[in-house]
């Protein structure tokens, strides 16, 4: 149980261009859903936390405008990198909790991003 | 601030024992998770501690302190596959989960 999807695993874009992540939780609702994003050999960060039908929560520092989440239902979860650019180029993570606060986050597999 | 501490790197050879530890300073406190991520991939839940003391999982226990601001994640019969970086986070009191820099383990023949 408690398996999250990620699509597409991997991309190659050019800059301006937009990319958009799915994340699915496969075997549970997911009532929160998480975004992280991990620089090689760095710690992750979490981008933003999305609740179900509810606007999503960013972190400081991360630009709500280009990076839209939107969690439109309790199993899907989906990350659009608008106008991106080298420097957005990451590994970028999902994961989701299924009940309360305190439950545990699965993660998804993660999706390699590379801007050209 | 919040903070966690864990080791950077550490190195043990396979069939050993080795004891990764985490100390955390936070804002209230909800449980302390251990995660593993090998390269280039995402991190897999292995423990959740939110009591003190020791949980055993088959060759990984995790231990936690709450008054200590301590745990330690003990790996046993090491495999080389268990080679991989493995992540405390501590979830305060707002449920945000806080997360170590990781600590990469590399095991040798």
């Known amino acids: 149980g408690a398996v999250v999807s990620q699509h597409p695993s991997w991309v190659i874009c050019k800059s301006g261009t937009s990319v958009k992540i799915e994340c699915r939780s496969l075997?549970?609702?997911?009532?929160?859903m998480f975004w992280y994003r991990q620089f090689p050999k760095q710690s992750l960060m979490l981008m933003a936390t999305?609740?179900?039908?509810?606007?999503?929560?960013?972190e400081q520092g991360v630009e709500k405008d280009k990076f839209l989440i939107n969690h439109a239902s309790l199993t899907l979860s989906t990350l659009t990198v608008t106008s991106a650019h080298p420097e957005d180029s990451s590994f970028y993570i999902c994961?989701?909790?299924?009940?309360?606060?305190?439950?545990?986050?699965?993660f998804g597999p993660g999706t390699r991003l590379l801007v050209l | 601030g919040q903070n966690i501490d864990q080791p950077t790197e550490m190195t043990a050879t396979e069939g050993a024992i080795v004891q990764i530890n985490c100390t955390y300073q936070?804002?209230?406190?909800?449980?302390l998770f251990w995660y593993q991520q090998h390269a280039g991939e995402a991190p897999t839940f292995l423990s959740y501690?939110?009591l003190d003391g020791l949980e055993e999982k088959g060759r990984f226990s995790s231990f936690l302190s709450r008054s200590k601001g301590y745990s330690y994640l003990l790996l046993k019969e090491l495999q080389m596959k268990d080679s991989a970086s493995y992540l405390c986070?501590?979830?305060?009191?707002?449920?945000?989960?806080?997360w170590g820099a990781g600590t990469k383990l590399i095991i040798k023949p």
């Open positions: 994961s989701a909790r299924a009940g309360g606060l305190a439950e545990t986050q699965y």
């Open positions: 075997d549970f609702q997911a009532t929160t």
């Open positions: 999305s609740n179900e039908g509810s606007k999503a929560t960013y």
């Open positions: 936070t804002s209230g406190f909800n449980g």
């Open positions: 501690n939110v």
């Open positions: 986070a501590v979830m305060d009191s707002n449920y945000q989960l806080i």
